[in-house]
């Protein structure tokens, strides 16, 4: 008799990385936890770091590239005066600077410059790929590897708190659009300023939608695990569509949705109301009168009033066991 993969659960799950994890391995401990087939993270945080962890589940991971996508946001500790190899607290210091000359007004001036459309050298540690491999592993063996500049959109960095000393910190919150490496604002800043820096902690506050309001912690659905089984993990799911809850929506009669499913580009009067050719759009299907909406997937609109599938998620009940 074949082994049981996992359950064929379909959702999304905001978990709340902690510190000392990577993603990976958080992702390791809510799949087992959950004992779900399929699973993907949409973003990986560094292990200093804790903050949103978008997990997909099932059905959901068809849609993890919106998250991947999505703008963040982050608040972080910088320690002036120090720089290490990885630009972070996990690091080996490589060279100190006194802070102590470092005025709030200066470290406001030096910011100016790391904020909006700018160009950003990827660190050797982070988890960027070369030929297969995380750059932070060929960096562990002594590999360094060009890296082109990376264009990024610094939205803004409000300075929280500004603590002066021969090891100055400095509190920020920064908006950014993906791919932006906030070890590499830290080490620019540092650089500016000419003491050096680096990131001292870091968190993810928001991701695309996301808030760290909606986060749980792996400890609270171990415990209620224990308490409530299954049932009680899938509470705390999010629908499959929530990385695309953004989009419009179009809910079709059964009769089309038919087709649709089939992957055929269906006719719907609602296509003029909800956006013009090439938008895409959730689509749903109301089975029968008074039941629920089902999530069919995403299509795209065309020019002629119809919405073509584009992607089409398997035809099961949410969390289905």
Do not use: W
């Not at 790929?129 to 939205?155: F, M, S, W």
């Not at 932006?180 to 050096?196: M, V």
């Not at 899938?234 to 949705?257: F, G, M, Q, W, Y």
């Not at 909406?293 to 066991?321: H, M, Y």
Request: hydrophobic letters at 40%; one cysteine or more.
């Amino acid at each position: 008799m074949a082994r049981r993969k996992g359950r064929p659960v379909d959702g999304v799950l905001l978990l709340m990385k902690p510190e000392g994890m990577t993603s990976n391995h958080a992702l390791q401990r809510a799949k087992r936890l959950f004992f779900v087939e399929k699973a993907g993270h949409t973003g990986a945080l560094d292990p200093l770091a804790t903050g949103v962890l978008p997990l997909c589940f099932g059905e959901a991971t068809k849609f993890s590239q919106f998250l991947l996508d999505a703008d963040k946001r982050y608040r972080s500790t910088f320690l002036l005066g120090q720089r290490t190899n990885t630009s972070d607290a996990d690091g080996e210091v490589v060279a100190e600077a006194s802070a102590a000359g470092v005025t709030l007004e200066a470290i406001k001036q030096a910011l100016v410059p790391l904020t909006g459309d700018i160009l950003q050298v990827p660190s050797m540690f982070s988890a960027l790929k070369h030929q297969g491999q995380p750059l932070y592993k060929l960096a562990r063996d002594g590999i360094e590897i060009e890296r082109q500049p990376r264009p990024v959109t610094v939205y803004a960095i409000e300075i929280l708190d500004f603590r002066p000393g021969e090891r100055a910190e400095v509190d920020v919150d920064v908006r950014c659009s993906k791919g932006t490496y906030i070890r590499s604002i830290a080490e620019d800043l540092g650089f500016a300023l000419g003491c050096g820096a680096h990131v001292k902690t870091l968190h993810r506050s928001a991701a695309g939608l996301f808030v760290e309001g909606q986060c749980i912690t792996l400890e609270v659905l171990e415990k209620d695990f224990e308490q409530g089984g299954y049932e009680a993990l899938d509470k705390h799911l999010l629908r499959a569509d929530a990385p695309v809850a953004s989009l419009p929506e179009i809910v079709l009669p059964e009769s089309s949705a038919h087709y649709f499913r089939l992957g055929n580009p269906v006719m719907d009067s609602q296509v003029y109301r909800v956006g013009q050719q090439g938008d895409m759009v959730r689509v749903f299907c109301t089975e029968t009168p008074g039941s629920s909406q089902q999530f069919l997937g995403l299509g795209e609109l065309t020019d002629d009033g119809r919405v073509a599938p584009k992607r089409i998620i398997a035809n099961r009940s949410a969390n289905e066991q």
